[in-house]
């Protein structure tokens, strides 16, 4: 059992881990979200939570030009779905730095999530984003709530 006192948030570059290790480690073994993950951890920031013992999340931010957005995105290990809102308050601390414009960024950020995922769903909302109605490819886009506290 993995201890969950204390989750530490480190960039991923400081590590020592790979953007391909990384996206091994948290896909759940599917090719497709093996590849889409990885592209993910490359092109934009990223951040591991990490304990003691184990690295138990990836957060993350990915400028998706085409829509002049940044996308954030956030795995864990399927193991741990349930301690979500622990990661929550550290990963509202990605999004407010994203919000005061700390990265090269576009600065509208959004998120997706699969039509109908209740967890998806849920986890947007903990993290401040607001169902738009919109679909982008297969998703719902979620955009950040204005005003919302980081």
């Known amino acids: 059992m993995i201890r969950m006192s204390a989750p530490e948030l480190i960039p991923l570059m400081d590590t020592g881990l790979t953007a391909a290790e990384a996206a091994c ?31 138990l999340a990836l957060v993350g931010l990915w400028p998706f030009r085409e829509h002049s957005v940044c996308v954030a995105w956030f795995a864990c290990l399927p193991s741990l779905r349930s301690h979500i809102r622990r990661f929550v308050r550290e990963a509202r601390i990605v999004l407010a730095a994203q919000a005061a414009g700390e990265f090269i960024l576009p600065s509208r950020t959004v998120t997706v999530v699969i039509p109908g995922h209740a967890p998806g769903e849920r986890l947007a909302r903990l993290l401040g984003f607001e169902a738009t109605g919109r679909m982008i490819y297969d998703y719902q886009l979620w955009e950040m709530q204005h005003g919302a506290r980081a």
Do not use: H, N, T, V
């Open 25 to 55: 480690m948290f896909s759940a073994g599917r090719w497709a979200g093996y590849r889409d993950l990885k592209k993910q951890i490359d092109d934009g920031p990223s951040w591991l939570f990490e304990s003691e013992e184990a690295a």
